[in-house]
């Protein structure tokens, strides 16, 4: 006979998997800038939350917003000013956005949610100002 709680073994199967898939959910990060590329207004960057005893991998060519703003009366288009070292705040879309960048509605080529592969630098942080 076992002395092993069938419970007990589910239990713990049930909160590892649950453990795991919260692990690979990001949602917000801050990142330190790698490389930008101010034409592309890509960057590539590096997580600074480590969640294994390793540094997390670089992230690359992550999408950084600019803005439409109305300055003295006219419209004026801002882009992105990111320095190497700079701490920025990334958020990760609902879905994969790879084939939507273009300003069209179009399918995910996957099912996958809140990847990393789908980040997008939306501020610098106060840190970097």
Do not use: W, Y
Not at 43 to 56: E, F, G, H, W, Y
Request: proline content about 5%; glycine content about 6%.
């Amino acid at each position: 006979m076992s002395t092993t709680d069938a419970g007990s073994a589910a239990n713990l199967f049930v909160m590892g998997l649950i453990a795991k898939t919260l692990n690979d959910l990001h949602v917000g990060l801050p990142c330190k800038v790698i490389s930008f590329d101010l034409d592309r207004c890509v960057a590539n960057i590096q997580p600074l939350i480590r969640t294994t005893d390793k540094d997390p991998a670089i992230i690359q060519n992550v999408p950084a917003l600019g803005q439409k703003l109305i300055i003295s009366g006219a419209e004026q288009l801002c882009k992105p000013s990111l320095r190497i070292g700079d701490v920025v705040f990334v958020v990760c879309a609902d879905q994969e956005i790879k084939n939507v960048l273009s300003g069209q509605i179009a399918s995910s080529d996957s099912k996958r949610k809140h990847s990393k592969n789908d980040a997008v630098i939306v501020g610098v942080m106060p840190c970097s100002l």
